[in-house]
């Protein structure tokens, strides 16, 4: 059994990852601002700001790292993630982080989405979200245990779906199917989030899931 300290564990991502975490037997630490609309059975909530977020560390063996870069958390990201870091170090916790399609490449050897021509309403957050790829990659602190995650294009709320237990793990390439396309739900990313924690596959590196 792991315990598991998800921050931002109310949010769509957050949440789909209790719910996967709680069934297969890990003890699961919430961190959000607010309480969630639907409780899981057998998560612990805490209620915060994100600058409060470490509290949950200590005692936690992986901690996912969910939030958005965008709303209240805008622009302080990379921040909370560091102070999330540095915490992980000193408690000897690994971290996990959620971050965004957009920090993936179309092609080896090709910029990443982020360095290229993004609408200007989805620019900043995705700036935002890869500088803490970059951080990690470039400017962890030593014995960090890190690992990022990039789901892929068509992942959201907005995209929920279903839980099929089926995913395709990639690097720092995007994964498209035949048509081109690029999706995963809510459900499975949590499938793939979890079966990273469980099989400690892939320290320090960046990847992607898809189907």
């Known amino acids: 059994m792991t315990t598991i300290a998800i921050i931002g564990g109310t949010g769509y991502t957050g949440g789909n990852l209790a719910r996967e975490a709680v069934s297969r037997g890990h003890d699961v630490i919430s961190f959000s601002r607010s309480a969630p609309a639907e409780p899981v059975d057998g998560v612990t909530y805490e209620h915060g700001t994100s600058a409060e977020a470490t509290r949950v560390v200590p005692g936690a063996d992986v901690v996912v790292a969910t939030l958005s870069p965008r709303g209240a958390t805008a622009g302080t990201l990379r921040e909370t993630y560091a102070a999330l870091a540095d915490a992980a170090v000193e408690n000897g916790a690994r971290l996990i982080v ?20 993004i609408p200007e309403q989805f620019r900043a957050e995705a700036l935002e979200g890869d500088s803490v790829r970059a951080w990690l990659q470039g400017s962890a602190p030593d014995g960090l245990d890190w690992t990022f995650v990039s789901p892929a294009g068509g992942y959201g709320a907005w995209a929920a779906g279903e839980r099929t237990g089926s995913y395709r793990l990639g690097g720092d390439v995007a994964l498209v199917d035949e048509n081109g396309g690029s999706e995963i739900s809510g459900p499975d990313l949590a499938v793939a989030v979890v079966d990273e924690i469980e099989a400690h596959a892939h320290p320090r590196e960046h990847i992607g899931v898809a189907y």
Do not use: V
């Open 98 to 117: 959620i971050g965004g399609f957009s920090s993936l490449r179309p092609a080896e050897g090709e910029p990443r989405f982020a360095e290229g021509e």
